[in-house]
């Protein structure tokens, strides 16, 4: 598969987002970072009695889910038979593998394919091939003529993808058919020399249909800043606005978009394939098999708002997996998976699941959970406070900051809970200047490296 791109050199490695503080805190637990031990629990008179009490938690309404997940398998259409799939195998071979055919021969099957009532069936059979060009070839056709329902398999190649070049490929199909799941990977594909030229090139193009190229020679680091900022968007929002019609670029690469974004669409709207698929990978989170729940995790937190009809029913779901799950993959859909607020603030009161939902209900921006994170910033549990000290620095409200510093400046509090604040503290903005003030204190009592690391991870995070 021949691949034109600019002759440059490919730009600075990129910095790799982190979500979450597993890394940093990993090499702090039980460790003095911020000070000296303390008790188990803040004692009488400190600013942790001072915050109100929680509000009542709504009760928690779940049913059976796994029924209708597996009816939902079950009315997907049935694909090729598995004579009609080796078959197509062949066809895919003959059109796509480098040297395999005769050029008269390729250019016959190409057509065929192209003509087949399966084409569809048969490049979403191809983007496991094991030849990266038919990989490639199977992705870009899947952009061009594909739909939504082709997106969990996208996502899933996306993950396990490990030719660079063809990578490049299933991120532009991505964009074709609008999810933006993928550009994060598109920043190290600019980086990595044997696709940089692939990459560069398709972050133009990128650029140019979403109405934000600059209008003047993209230099890679111009492309990876604009490449980004799309990316960030996609990660706050769960979509990215095409152009107005008449959208022209500005000098910052923006451009008039469309004013109306995508809405939570009903289960019922849905391609039935679709739903298939992502009812199959949530059924197949059961058990005890570590693959099938990191490629749900994987691929649900990718799909923005397509993911949010499926969440709901894991939500409600009876089943404990697919409710503590669900609230993983909220944590790292984020922003776009406020409108699930209501179903994730009962899960505040079942203890397996409590800090999961503190931290997922952060992440969404659920303004409504302020008053129950307050109350359990409070609690005579350190697991509490660390939890909730850590989710209100990503709910972004102002009214978090002074609870937090009263929790930082505790003398008395156990030191998860005071470095859970001061990044929190450092998301809301006064506790950088902390972070950083520590890094300079000659003294040796913090730990110099998992300050670095919170304070890699506030300046790479998606702006709220």
């Not at 996306?158 to 999810?179: F, I, M, P, Q």
């Not at 990876?224 to 769960?238: N, V, Y």
Request: hydrophobic share 45%; with cysteine; charged share 25%.
């Amino acid at each position: 598969m021949t691949v034109p791109g600019p002759d440059a050199a490919p730009g600075p490695a990129p910095v790799v987002r982190r979500r979450g503080l597993a890394r940093a805190l990993a090499g702090v637990l039980g460790a003095c970072v911020l000070g000296g031990c303390s008790p188990e629990a803040p004692p009488a008179g400190s600013g942790a009695s001072q915050h109100p009490s929680a509000p009542q938690v709504p009760p928690l309404a779940v049913a059976p889910a796994m029924p209708r997940l597996l009816q939902m398998v079950d009315a997907a259409p049935s694909g090729p038979s598995e004579e009609r799939r080796a078959e197509l195998k062949d066809l895919l071979e003959a059109a796509f593998v480098p040297g395999l055919a005769a050029a008269r021969t390729q250019a016959l099957a190409q057509r065929s394919l192209a003509e087949d009532a399966d084409a569809l069936s048969a490049f979403e059979l191809g983007l496991v091939h094991e030849n990266p060009t038919v990989r490639a070839q199977c992705a870009w056709h899947l952009g061009q003529r594909g739909g939504p329902a082709d997106l969990p398999l996208l996502l899933k190649r996306l993950r396990y993808e490990s030719d660079r070049v063809t990578k490049c490929w299933v991120v532009g199909a991505l964009h074709d058919l609008g999810n933006y799941g993928g550009l994060d990977d598109l920043l190290e594909l600019m980086a990595a020399p044997d696709s940089s030229a692939t990459a560069y090139e398709l972050g133009g193009r990128i650029l140019s249909e979403l109405g934000r190229h600059p209008g003047e020679q993209l230099t890679y680091a111009g492309a990876r800043l604009l490449i980004d900022r799309i990316a960030r968007e996609w990660h706050r929002d769960g979509y990215v606005l095409r152009p107005a019609a008449t959208g022209d670029a500005s000098s910052d690469g923006q451009a008039a978009a469309d004013p109306q974004p995508p809405r939570e669409p009903a289960l019922d709207e849905l391609d039935p394939r679709l739903c298939a698929r992502a009812a199959r990978m949530l059924a197949d989170m059961q058990g005890f098999q570590l693959r099938p729940v990191d490629d749900a995790r994987f691929v649900l937190s990718r799909m923005g708002v397509l993911a949010l009809p499926f969440l709901r029913i894991a939500l409600r779901a009876e089943e404990d997996y697919l409710h503590a799950h669900a609230l993983e993959v909220l944590i790292h859909l984020g922003r776009p998976g406020r409108p699930l607020t209501e179903l994730v603030l009962p899960y505040l009161g079942l203890q397996p699941t409590e800090s999961v939902a503190m931290r997922a209900l952060g992440e969404i921006g659920a303004e409504q959970a302020l008053p129950y994170l307050l109350a359990m910033l409070a609690d005579d549990s350190i697991e509490r406070r660390a939890s909730a000290a850590g989710a209100l620095g990503p709910l972004g409200l102002p009214a978090a900051i002074a609870p937090l510093r009263d929790r930082l400046q505790d003398p008395a509090e156990q030191v998860d809970v005071r470095v859970q604040a001061a990044w929190s503290l450092a998301l809301l903005d006064p506790g950088v200047r902390f972070l950083r003030d520590a890094l300079r204190d000659p003294s040796g009592v913090y730990h110099e490296p998992t300050l670095h690391e919170l304070l890699d991870d506030v300046a790479h995070r998606v702006p709220r």
